[in-house]
């Protein structure tokens, strides 16, 4: 069954900004020498700093273990990418990764990276989540797509980020994954398709189901079909499929509401009160034609409400869930056990943020932009947002700027610097060819 990470809210872990602010509501910092001296403290606070500066950065992973880097000045990180140019070069190019994998392999136990919101790249700051086309992003290593088709009149999927259409529609798309795979057959791509937004008011034509399936005709080969096709007694057996047996082909992991399957005892039963997604609660009598996305294991934690939550609700999940994924398959039962279920992992958030900004940390947008100040000022010694990284550190490290860090970034030291097994698939915000090798990387 799906699981989900729960939003927790530490209240011991503010930033004095937000302390700042709950005083003055609540009458203590009424009288203005309150204010005054608060003001002075900062200002002579951060000239410390700035006389201090040597340009050194700070970054607890492991409690009580800073390690130093370079300066907060622009950077280019290879987490992150917002001009498609950086991931262009051979040296990035990943189409054929998976031929070093065996046959034999789990798809479900392949570590994947894929993109959130695969086909996001227009609608500005707060709706574009990728900057590489999906040509691109396949050749440099992405295998799950996140496809959001909004369903129109005349049976036509527009693929849209919330009311924002993406200037593409399902046909689209599926050309240039054709494309690719044609030229890759080593491959396979695992596509969620995905409801979104509002039908169109006046249509009133065929089903989203009746929909995918005239697609899934007009690539006839491209889908992964079992031997008894729409229908599929799908959970336990698409959970078992192995790289073999899907090479060359979209999987479909299914985000959508079926039909009943003519009395078969075979698939899901929609959930109760009118819920769109599959649920395993209820069992038996709808179509399946991928493994179902409400029977994955999954970390998305989405909504995040200010830049401030975002690394105890946003990081500290993530985090877990790659410990999880990685413990699944150490802690897997003997051979003749059930199949593991797919283990989803998402970097992206928003809501209170930008998807660029959980993404990087970064002020502005661009790849090479300069970290966020915090609003912290902490010590080494002081274990609030370890991973977040310190700079111009006085007094013996005792107190540093705390900056933001994205999550791309943390992803990415984390991958490189501990040895996982397996990661599972990591949906990702403008990734950099960095962090998609590292994910690629823990299968090998």
Not at 33 to 42: K, P
Not at 62 to 86: D, N, T
Not at 333 to 358: H, Q
Not at 365 to 371: A, I, V
């Amino acid at each position: 069954m799906q699981q989900q990470h729960q939003q927790k809210e530490p209240h011991q872990h503010q930033p004095p900004v937000a302390i700042i602010q709950r005083l003055t509501m609540s009458g203590w910092t009424s009288s203005s020498w309150v204010s005054s001296t608060l003001l002075l403290i900062q200002l002579l606070v951060f000239t410390l700093f700035a006389v201090s500066s040597d340009g050194k950065r700070l970054f607890l992973c492991e409690k009580g273990s800073p390690r130093v880097f370079s300066s907060f000045s622009a950077r280019i990180h290879p987490a992150y990418l917002q001009e498609p140019g950086h991931c262009a070069s051979p040296t990035d190019l990943r189409p054929r990764w998976m031929s070093r994998l065996a046959d034999s392999r789990l798809l479900s136990r392949i570590s994947m990276p894929g993109t959130h919101d695969s086909l996001a790249l227009h609608g500005g700051l707060v709706w574009q989540c990728q900057s590489m086309p999906l040509a691109a992003q396949l050749a440099a290593g992405v295998r799950a797509l996140d496809v959001r088709c909004r369903h129109l009149s005349g049976g036509r999927f527009a693929i849209y980020h919330s009311f924002n259409y993406q200037q593409i529609d399902f046909d689209g798309v599926l050309a240039i994954v054709a494309e690719f795979l044609a030229e890759n057959p080593s491959e396979t791509v695992l596509m969620r398709v995905k409801k979104e937004w509002i039908s169109d008011p006046s249509f009133g034509g065929p089903s989203f189901e009746e929909t995918f399936l005239r697609y899934r005709q007009m690539f006839n080969g491209l889908f992964y079909q079992s031997s008894e096709g729409g229908g599929h007694n799908g959970v336990e057996s698409f959970n078992a499929l192995t790289l073999g047996e899907v090479r060359g082909k979209v999987v479909v992991l299914q985000d959508f509401e079926t039909s009943e399957c003519d009395g078969k005892d075979v698939g899901l039963q929609v959930g109760n009160g009118g819920d769109e997604k599959l649920t395993p609660t209820h069992v038996r009598h709808h179509k399946v034609y991928g493994p179902l996305w409400s029977e994955a294991v999954i970390q998305d934690q989405f909504a995040i409400y200010t830049i401030w939550s975002m690394y105890y609700n946003k990081w500290v999940p993530i985090k877990e869930h790659l410990q999880v994924a990685n413990d699944s398959l150490i802690n897997s039962t003997a051979p003749n056990g059930p199949s593991p279920p797919f283990y989803i992992n998402f970097l992206s958030a928003s809501v209170g943020v930008m998807p660029y900004f959980a993404a990087s940390g970064n002020v502005a947008w661009g790849t090479d932009g300069e970290r966020q100040y915090f609003g912290l000022i902490s010590g080494t010694s002081t274990h609030q947002y370890d991973d977040y990284p310190r700079e111009k550190c006085v007094l013996d490290n005792r107190y540093c700027i705390v900056h933001f860090e994205g999550m791309n970034m943390l992803t990415w030291e984390l991958l490189t610097q501990r040895k996982y097994a397996f990661v599972g698939i990591v949906f990702a915000d403008f990734p950099g060819c960095g962090l998609l090798q590292a994910i690629i990387d823990v299968n090998f």
